[in-house]
């Protein structure tokens, strides 16, 4: 992978389905460099893959799953996506879910920047209030704090370590567009 600057799209369904590998490559990368997002060790890359196929393409076809890819030199390099798929009483709400950039392009802005077009096309979308949760303590928390996001409280025991049978609690956050 080149060190240029990441370009930031939108990707359609379709195009979804054709960097499955690629994004698969992405999620792998992230959990086997000790990201919290709901996967452990051992985790394979058809396991990723699985993930893609099951959880995001359906959703992205139904219209209710946006993501959004960063990429250097056509390299995807770093992902989010916005979960619009909410009950009938909170239209106006949205969550971010898997905020991904690859160990080796982190601490460039890439995250700052997917999450700048998540709350640009959240609020184009009507939704004005944007949910997430991230493992306490966990390297992606402050970047929420300094994006503004709000800490509503902690739960307990909440995720497995991905490297080691250990609990740690999640922060669930949120911010007003």
Known sequence: MNDHVAEISILSPVELEAHLFDLADLLHACVHAGANINFVLPFSQDQAMDFWRQKVVAPARAGTRVVWVARTSGDIVGSVQLDTDTPPNQPHRAEVTKLLVHPDFRRRGIARRLMADLERHAAGLGRSL???????????????????????????????????????????MYKLL
């Open 130 to 172: 944007i949910t997430l949760d991230t493992r306490t303590g966990d390297k992606a928390e402050p970047l929420y704090v300094s994006l503004r996001y709000t800490v509503v409280g902690t739960i307990p025991d909440f995720c497995r370590d991905p490297f080691e049978d250990r609990l740690h609690p999640t922060t669930i």
